[in-house]
């Protein structure tokens, strides 16, 4: 099975606990804090590996969770960072987040790395927290909870030659006659249910100056009438032909109207992303061995010469015009020193947070209001509020960002519920206490 689009849960491993320790020696009645800080936590990335051509890794398993970083120690030792958990995918996969559909990262090149989900920061240890008037406290921050997000991975088959037209026309048929592949070949409509790839050689049976180049070809299932808006089973594979170099376009020369059907096509490469029809095209007229094609094809060069695109007449079942249809790809294809880059190139997506991070406030429903905000709900995700100190440290931290002033101005009233992040609190005088 050909898998080319999945989803997958990403959950970074958290960040490790900061430690509320304090230093024990003989002879050291008062030896202060020494808690270490906790290790950070695994992120997920995604790393493109030869090897791979489909995504059925992720066929069964849909739902990965990295390790979480140490917890500190204490005399200071921090705690562990977590290795990051490294997934393998082919070349050529675009990775979305699958909330928002924003690309992440388009996966060309072998080794090429993404971050998909970021592992927490460990927190601090209580040693951070000293001061001259407070010199032993058991305020320690938790660790920052890991990135949580679903993600999808669409994967656009990197190939030299795309092979399109409708169902029927004999793709299957030609790929077989121009490459060792075994596609399976009948003499109906859609035999072709996922994407087929084979190496074509051009040196042939040439001598030392033989064209050494070995392009990959790729038979894209059929396409039809609507296929870019969601009709049939091209639709899901027309993205396959973005990263081509060549597009060879087969016609059915034996059928009821062989212009027709060029132009289906054309329309459908067109609606799907007009930069296909740029791409440099050599048009296939096959089944030469039947008499109506040999009959329509005269027609059909002449208005293909007026579009000024290229035209060969073949049948890839005897293998008539097999040499001129090499030689034509040959001339379409880039030379050998820059046939191994990628087309497009590969990129990865850096976005910078937004910058001030200012508070606000919701008023979700009566009595229930919520602080929005990056860095004050990290700082309720890394506060532990069954320790007194931790909470009167929070609140003071919610002063000094503003968001107390904020919610007494939206008119909170005690007992009503804060929420910060995915923690829920009661407002009461002072401290606040985490709702159980």
């Known amino acids: 099975m050909f898998l080319d689009r999945v989803k997958v849960l990403l959950k970074a491993g958290d960040g490790g606990a900061g430690a509320s320790t304090f230093r024990r020696e003989a002879h050291v009645p008062r030896g202060g804090p020494d808690g270490g800080d906790g290790g950070r936590g695994s992120s997920i990335v995604f790393r493109v590996d030869a090897g791979q051509t489909t995504l059925r890794d992720f066929q069964y398993r849909h739902h990965y969770r990295a390790t979480p970083g140490g917890g500190g120690q204490r005399a200071r030792r921090h705690g562990k960072v977590g290795d990051d958990l490294v997934l393998d995918v082919p070349p050529g996969t675009a990775v979305y987040d699958d909330a928002s559909g924003e690309l992440i990262a388009d996966l060309v090149a072998v080794g090429q790395e993404a971050m998909a989900a970021r592992g927490g920061r460990g927190g601090l240890g209580n040693v951070h927290f000293a001061t001259s008037t407070h010199q032993a406290p058991r305020h320690a921050q938790k660790g920052e909870p890991g990135e949580e997000r679903w993600i999808r991975l669409e994967l656009r088959l990197i190939a030299d030659i795309g092979l399109v037209g409708l169902p ?61 808006s969601g009709a049939g089973l091209g639709h899901a594979f027309l993205r396959h032909v973005e990263r081509t170099r060549v597009l060879v376009h087969v016609v059915d020369g034996a059928s009821r109207d062989a212009g027709w059907d060029f132009d289906v096509i054309r329309e459908e490469l067109r609606a799907h992303d007009p930069v296909l029809l740029e791409k440099p095209t050599l048009v296939a007229f096959n089944k030469m061995d039947l008499p109506a094609a040999s009959e329509a094809w005269p027609a059909f060069r002449a208005a293909r010469k007026r579009d000024s695109l290229r035209t060969v007449a073949i049948s890839a079942a005897t293998g008539e015009g097999m040499d001129a249809f090499r030689s034509a790809i040959a001339e379409l294809l880039p030379p050998l020193e820059d046939e191994s880059l990628p087309e497009p190139s590969g990129i990865v997506v850096h976005r910078l947070d937004a910058a001030p991070d200012r508070v606000t406030i919701r008023r979700e429903s009566e009595g229930v209001y919520r602080v929005v905000g990056r860095r004050i709900e990290r700082l309720a995700a890394q506060t532990d509020f069954t320790i007194e100190e931790s909470a009167e440290r929070f609140q003071r931290d919610l002063e000094r960002l503003g968001a107390d002033a904020e919610l007494r101005r939206a008119g909170i009233e005690p007992g009503d519920t804060v929420i910060v992040g995915s923690v829920e609190l009661a407002w009461e005088a002072e401290p606040w206490s985490a709702r159980r």
């Open 168 to 228: 029927n026309a004999g793709k299957s048929t030609l790929l077989a006659a121009l490459t060792a592949a075994t596609p399976k070949i009948a003499d109906y409509p859609f035999t072709t249910l996922e994407p087929n790839l084979g190496v074509m050689d051009l040196a042939g049976d040439g001598g030392i100056d033989a064209d050494q180049r070995r392009p990959t070809v790729a038979d894209v299932p059929g396409l039809i009438e609507g296929a870019s």
